[in-house]
C-alpha cells in the first residue's frame, strides 16, 4: 500500500542503459503521472537548490564550472569510483529527492504515478510503492544506448553498468520484469499487458478530449494520440510536407518513447499535429504540422493553449516551443499567446537551459512562457 491515499504508485527502476525513461512514457501514455527521480537529483544540486552548498562543503569548489554550477560529470567521475564518496552524495541527495516526490505525488491530479528511480529498491521509495517494476536490457544495448544518447566511451559505459549491481538482482522483488530487449511494439505490449494485469480499472481515467468550437472549417477539438493513432499523424507529417516526407509509420512508433503527440481534429479528420514532450518539469514542444489548408493564426493557439493545460496538470515549470521560421512569422499570434523569443542562455534555471540545448534544431526559433511561479527544489 503506498503512502498515497487515492493513488497507485508504480515504482520502476532498472539498470542503466536499460530503458526506463521509455517504459515510462509508455506508462504515461496509459495514463500515469511520471516522476524521473534522478532528474530530480540533479535539480537538487543546481546553483541555489538545497543540495548545492552541502556538496561543495563535502566534495570541494573544484566541481564548479565557470557558470558555479556544479560539473555533475565530475562529481560521476569522482563517485562511481569511490563508495564511500557515492554515499555521501547520496546521504545528501535523498532525503530530498523524496521530499520533492511526495510533493508532486500530492500534488497531481492522476491517481496512478510512476516513480522512476534507478536507486529504487535501495532507498525508502521502495516501501511507498503499491508495485515493482523492473526493466531489463542485456549488457549489449545498455552500452550502445550509453554511448549513442549518453555520448559516452565504451570504457566509461562499461564503468557505470559495473558500478551497479547485477540486474538479476533485482527481479526477485519485482512484481513485472519488462525486458526491453527488440522493438518498440514489443515493449509496448509487455507494458500494457502488465498495466492490464496489476492497475486497478477504477484508477485508469480516459484522457479528456477538449471542448469543441465551431470555426469556419467546422467543429474543432483536440485528442491526446495513442499508438493506434500512428497513421493519422503519418499523414499530417506528409500533407504537411516540411522536409519530413521520409517520416513513417516505424518511425513515428519509435518516437512514442520520447514524446506524446496531440490530435488536432476538424470535423473528426486529423488536420493537425504537436509532438510535445515533459522531462524534469520542463515542456518541449518539438514539432507543429498543420494541414497547408488550415489558417495557423486561428487553428494553432487551439493546440498550445491544450497543450498548457496539459503541461500545466503535469505541474511543468515552463514552456518551451521550437517553432519552423514559417510559423515564427506570425508575431501577434505568439505575444497573444504569451510567448517571448528566447536564445537557451537567455534562461536562468539550469535545468531549464538544459532543456532548451537538448531539443534546440537549427532551423527552429525558441519561443518561451513561464507555466508557474513556486518551483520544486527552488532556491532556500
Not at 548545492?52 to 557558470?67: H, N, V
Not at 492522476?110 to 516501501?127: G, R
Not at 522483488?173 to 509496448?188: C, D, G, M, Y
Request: net charge neutral; glycine share 4%; proline share 6%.
Amino acid at each position: 500500500m503506498s503512502r498515497w491515499p487515492g493513488k497507485y504508485v508504480i515504482g520502476l527502476t532498472g539498470s542503466i542503459g536499460t530503458g526506463k525513461s521509455v517504459v515510462r512514457r509508455m506508462l504515461e501514455h496509459l495514463g500515469a503521472y511520471g516522476i524521473d527521480a534522478d532528474a530530480l537529483a540533479h535539480r537538487a544540486m543546481a546553483k541555489g537548490a538545497p543540495g548545492y552548498d552541502p556538496i561543495l562543503r563535502a566534495f570541494g569548489r573544484f566541481l564548479l564550472t565557470p557558470e558555479e554550477q556544479i560539473d555533475r560529470a565530475r562529481l560521476g567521475r569522482l563517485v562511481f569510483n569511490d563508495p564511500d564518496a557515492l554515499a555521501v552524495l547520496e546521504h545528501i541527495l535523498h532525503p530530498l529527492v523524496l521530499q520533492a516526490v511526495d510533493l508532486l505525488v500530492k500534488r497531481a491530479p492522476h491517481k496512478v504515478v510512476v516513480i522512476e528511480a534507478i536507486k529504487l529498491f535501495e532507498t525508502d521509495l521502495v516501501n511507498m510503492c503499491d508495485s515493482l517494476w523492473v526493466v531489463y536490457a542485456p549488457l549489449e544495448a545498455q552500452l550502445s544506448r550509453l554511448m549513442q544518447h549518453r555520448k559516452m566511451s565504451e570504457m566509461e559505459a562499461q564503468q557505470r553498468i559495473a558500478a551497479q549491481p547485477p540486474q538479476e538482482t533485482r527481479f526477485d522483488r519485482a512484481s513485472v520484469i519488462i525486458k526491453n530487449i527488440a522493438s518498440f511494439e514489443e515493449t509496448w505490449q509487455q507494458v500494457t499487458a502488465a498495466w492490464q494485469r496489476f492497475v486497478p480499472v477504477k484508477a485508469v481515467g480516459a484522457f479528456p478530449v477538449s471542448q469543441p468550437v465551431k470555426l469556419p472549417l467546422g467543429e474543432v477539438n483536440v485528442q491526446r494520440a495513442g499508438p493506434r493513432q500512428v497513421e493519422e499523424i503519418v499523414r499530417v507529417y506528409h500533407q504537411a510536407d516540411a522536409g519530413n516526407t521520409a517520416v513513417d509509420s516505424n518511425a513515428i512508433m519509435a518516437a512514442f518513447g520520447d514524446k506524446a503527440f496531440l490530435l488536432l481534429k476538424i470535423e473528426n479528420r486529423t488536420m493537425g499535429v504537436l509532438g510535445w514532450q515533459v522531462e524534469n518539469l520542463v515542456a518541449r514542444t518539438t514539432e507543429i504540422l498543420l494541414d497547408p489548408n488550415v489558417p495557423a493564426a486561428q487553428y494553432l493557439p487551439i493546440l498550445i493553449r491544450e497543450m498548457e493545460h496539459a503541461s500545466t496538470q503535469l505541474q511543468c515549470e515552463i514552456s518551451l516551443i521550437y517553432v519552423p521560421p514559417h510559423l515564427a512569422r506570425y508575431d501577434s499570434l505568439w505575444i497573444s499567446l504569451g510567448y517571448a523569443e528566447k536564445k537557451p542562455d537567455d534562461l536562468n534555471v539550469l535545468a531549464w537551459k538544459e532543456a532548451a540545448l537538448e531539443s534546440m534544431q537549427l532551423d527552429s526559433i525558441l519561443f518561451v512562457k513561464p507555466l508557474r511561479q513556486d518551483r520544486v527544489l527552488r532556491p532556500i
